[in-house]
């Protein structure tokens, strides 16, 4: 064994396992914010269904449930919420969601260090089914 074989070991595998564990937690960020988007909007479908049957508030409702549901963390903001329209009795409301992941706003950056405005867009599609049991 040579002198200072082992800082040039190290001084290589530090980096890979390094990257490699940025990586693995990258996969665990883009997961959360799938699953974050998909909560917000299955909750904001679920929402929309709570409003009078007819009436344009359904919409609102929705949008509230989902801007506020997306406004806790300052990697993944709230795009725009497509459908979630009027709800009619005994229907359904289906909603698309839109965020953008700011993975430049994370740890993660350094994986791509000449990207200062790393962002994945990604959506989620939820319908909202009313109780039989409502009346209106």
């Known amino acids: 064994m040579t002198r200072g074989q082992a800082l040039i070991e190290t ?3 530090v980096p890979v396992l390094l990257v490699l564990l940025l990586s693995f937690l990258l996969v665990m960020v883009v997961a959360q914010a799938y699953v974050d988007l998909d909560t917000a909007t299955s909750l904001a479908a679920a929402s ?3 409003a009078r049957a007819g009436n344009d508030e359904s919409h609102d409702f929705a949008l509230k449930t989902y ?6 963390s300052s990697y993944l ?9 009027r709800y009619a009795a005994g229907g359904t409301v289906t909603c698309t969601g839109h965020a953008t992941l700011f ?24 319908t909202g089914y009313s109780s039989p049991y409502r009346s209106t």
């Open 77 to 85: 903001e709230p795009g725009q919420l497509d459908g979630c329209g």
């Open 103 to 126: 993975l430049s706003r994370t740890p993660m950056a350094i994986l791509q260090p000449l990207n200062s405005d790393w962002q994945v867009p990604i959506q989620a599609t939820a």
């Open 67 to 72: 801007d506020g549901t997306l406004k806790r």
């Open 48 to 50: 929309a269904v709570t």
């Open 11 to 13: 001084a290589i595998t």
